[in-house]
């Protein structure tokens, strides 16, 4: 009969309600009271800083300086991904969960032809490793490239440290976000000394 449902659609009542309850219960387990707490408090220093550099931002001499308006730029670019990297932060850090992780994000990216929040969540071993080496890496070259020579604000010992807690996730996006606060400091610094 055409008024009729596919029954392959239709499930019994009692499995649609235990597959409910296995979601609910999964997310009220979902996170640690103390994950939950470092979210919260690693979230709100991230984005006092994002307000501290915002303030920077509308400074009228930074617009007289093409080197420091290129550095105020990878600041930009780091809080946004210790920004985005907190929230996603995994609990431990696992090689191949992390492979198994790319591999379902490309998948993605292939198969939808975008990328969202949700889609970094899902994938947290990956997208948290992707966004802490944005940030990394961007702090690594404004402390190290010529053009930013007076920007020097990285402790030499920054990589090997961070090399050490690279499987600590927790400790690694700590490390980074105190090298992005010493970085808007030295151009806080550097504004108020021209």
């Known amino acids: 009969m055409p008024n009729e449902p596919d029954s392959t659609l239709v499930q019994p009542a009692d499995v649609i309600a235990a597959e409910l309850l296995e979601k609910k219960s999964e997310a009220v387990n979902a996170a640690p009271i103390k994950d939950l707490g470092w979210l919260v408090e690693h979230r709100s220093k991230n984005q006092q800083l994002a307000l501290k550099l915002y303030g920077i931002l509308g400074r009228e001499r930074l617009s007289n300086d093409e080197d420091l308006i290129t550095a105020a730029g990878f600041l930009v670019s780091i809080i946004f991904s210790l920004w985005r990297a907190v929230f996603i932060c995994p609990p431990t850090y696992n090689r191949n969960q992390t492979l198994v992780s790319a591999k379902a ?8 032809n975008a990328i969202g929040y949700l889609n970094d969540k899902k994938h947290q071993y990956w997208a948290f490793s992707y966004y802490l080496n944005s940030a990394a890496l961007r702090l690594h070259a404004l402390s190290n490239q010529k053009k930013f020579m007076r920007f020097n604000f990285l402790d030499p010992d920054f990589r090997e440290e961070l090399f ?22 030295k151009l806080d610094t550097l504004l108020s000394d021209c």
Do not use: P, Q, T
């Open 164 to 185: 050490e807690v690279w499987h600590e996730r927790d400790d690694a996006w700590v490390l980074c976000h105190k090298a992005a606060e010493a970085a808007v400091h």
């Open 105 to 112: 994000f490309l998948a993605n990216v292939i198969e939808d």
